[in-house]
């Protein structure tokens, strides 16, 4: 039997492949990567049971969204008094506008990433939500500017170049279309696993499974839904996750935050409103690599500063899915929830 807390190169190179291509079916994916669909079959079934890799399929920050309850985007430092830390993301992990929970270095214990229809609802959520909680003691809200990059477009770079062309996505999206009623419900289904079958949707929508197909396609390559292959990046070899605050020369920022985006590292890449006016979220190693990727920020973008820089030893929820402190999937929280 494998054991349950190692990913090998077959498992890795699976990660990556779903990355690309969420919906393929197992045996086109099995002429890709050489293995047999079953056995592809089967080692899906273990990462997800033991909570090793997800998918999820989440609103993306397309203004499609206007209207909806995912306009307004932020950061949410949360300090909280000395022995309360965990009793605090416990409640926090049950709200539905939190989507993220890091437990964090530095001045702060917690860093949420909040979602809210608007700027003044994410307020008073923050308000009466957050910072009320027992055990907080302060919070600070930092309002996303614009998207540059999130994780879902993070790659894994276990396959070789011939695989990665032989999965690339066909650009299909279509930027004229709105979301509805029906796309909304698609996204509640799929929102735990993008590659639930099209049979089961079709039982929950009561309509064929050739037309819940033709529905999951629509949403799955739209503007206004993005999916995620996670992994568990502890047992992957990620083993430093960091956040840093930049200050970038304003004329200079949408060109820099948009070569930042292109880094392999980059999780995630926004601008905010704040004292910075960009953050990166990025993966490494080993902690010594910071040092590294630090030296190549501040020397390829000539008067950029980095004001402030954390670590998250852990992550108690990563888009709306709860992670234990080995960064495993323990389970899911509805966005669409009522909070």
Same mark, same amino acid.
Request: with cysteine; charged share 25%.
């Given at each position: 039997?494998?054991?349950?807390?190692?990913?090998?190169?077959?498992?890795?190179?699976?990660?990556?492949?779903?990355?690309?291509?969420?919906?393929?079916?197992?045996?086109?994916?099995?002429?890709?990567?050489?293995?047999?669909?079953?056995?592809?079959?089967?080692?899906?079934?273990?990462?997800?049971?033991?909570?090793?890799?997800?998918?999820?399929?989440?609103?993306?920050?397309?203004?499609?969204?206007?209207?909806?309850?995912?306009?307004?985007?932020?950061?949410?430092?949360?300090?909280?008094?000395?022995?309360?830390?965990?009793?605090?993301?416990?409640?926090?992990?049950?709200?539905?506008?939190?989507?993220?929970?890091?437990?964090?270095?530095?001045?702060?214990?917690?860093?949420?990433?909040?979602?809210?229809?608007?700027?003044?609802?994410?307020?008073?959520?923050?308000?009466?939500?957050?910072?009320?909680?027992?055990?907080?003691?302060?919070?600070?809200?930092?309002?996303?500017?614009?998207?540059?990059?999130?994780?879902?477009?993070?790659?894994?770079?276990?396959?070789?170049?011939?695989?990665?062309?032989?999965?690339?996505?066909?650009?299909?999206?279509?930027?004229?279309?709105?979301?509805?009623?029906?796309?909304?419900?698609?996204?509640?289904?799929?929102?735990?696993?993008?590659?639930?079958?099209?049979?089961?949707?079709?039982?929950?929508?009561?309509?064929?499974?050739?037309?819940?197909?033709?529905? $999951?396609? *629509?949403?799955? =390559?739209? +503007?206004?839904?993005?999916?995620?292959?996670?992994? &568990?990046?502890? !047992? @992957?070899?990620?083993?430093?996750?960091?956040?840093?605050?930049?200050?970038?020369?304003?004329?200079?920022?949408?060109?820099?935050?948009?070569? $930042?985006? *292109?880094?392999? =590292?980059? +999780?995630?890449?926004?601008?905010?409103?704040?004292? &910075?006016?960009? !953050? @990166?979220?990025?993966?490494?190693?080993?902690?010594?690599?910071?040092?590294?990727?630090?030296?190549?920020?501040?020397?390829?973008?000539?008067?950029?500063?980095?004001?402030?820089?954390?670590?998250?030893?852990?992550?108690?929820?990563?888009?709306?899915?709860?992670?234990?402190?080995?960064?495993?999937?323990?389970?899911?929280?509805?966005?669409?929830?009522?909070?």
């Amino acid at each position: 039997m494998q054991d349950s807390s190692h990913l090998d190169e077959t498992d890795l190179a699976l990660v990556h492949a779903l990355q690309l291509q969420p919906r393929f079916p197992w045996s086109r994916l099995a002429r890709v990567l050489d293995v047999d669909a079953s056995t592809l079959t089967r080692r899906w079934s273990r990462l997800t049971r033991e909570g090793l890799a997800w998918f999820s399929c989440y609103p993306s920050g397309s203004k499609d969204w206007t209207g909806h309850d995912w306009e307004a985007h932020a950061f949410v430092e949360v300090e909280c008094f000395p022995g309360h830390r965990q009793t605090v993301m416990d409640e926090l992990a049950g709200k539905a506008r939190v989507w993220n929970i890091d437990a964090t270095s530095g001045r702060r214990d917690l860093m949420l990433t909040m979602v809210a229809p608007s700027i003044v609802d994410l307020d008073e959520e923050v308000d009466t939500s957050v910072a009320t909680i027992p055990g907080v003691r302060a919070t600070r809200t930092h309002f996303f500017r614009s998207m540059i990059r999130d994780g879902s477009s993070w790659r894994l770079n276990a396959l070789s170049p011939e695989q990665r062309h032989a999965l690339t996505p066909t650009p299909t999206r279509d930027g004229a279309s709105r979301p509805g009623p029906r796309d909304l419900e698609l996204l509640r289904i799929l929102g735990p696993d993008a590659r639930i079958p099209a049979a089961t949707v079709a039982e929950q929508l009561g309509c064929s499974p050739s037309t819940a197909g033709r529905w $999951i396609t *629509r949403v799955v =390559e739209s +503007r206004f839904a993005a999916i995620r292959c996670e992994i &568990a990046h502890y !047992v @992957a070899g990620w083993q430093v996750a960091a956040t840093l605050w930049l200050d970038v020369p304003q004329h200079d920022l949408k060109s820099v935050a948009a070569a $930042i985006a *292109r880094l392999p =590292e980059i +999780r995630l890449c926004v601008t905010i409103g704040s004292e &910075a006016n960009l !953050v @990166a979220q990025i993966w490494l190693h080993r902690l010594e690599h910071l040092d590294r990727f630090e030296m190549l920020l501040t020397t390829r973008f000539a008067g950029t500063r980095i004001l402030d820089r954390w670590i998250t030893p852990h992550f108690a929820k990563r888009l709306c899915h709860r992670i234990g402190h080995d960064g495993r999937r323990t389970g899911f929280v509805s966005p669409f929830a009522t909070v």
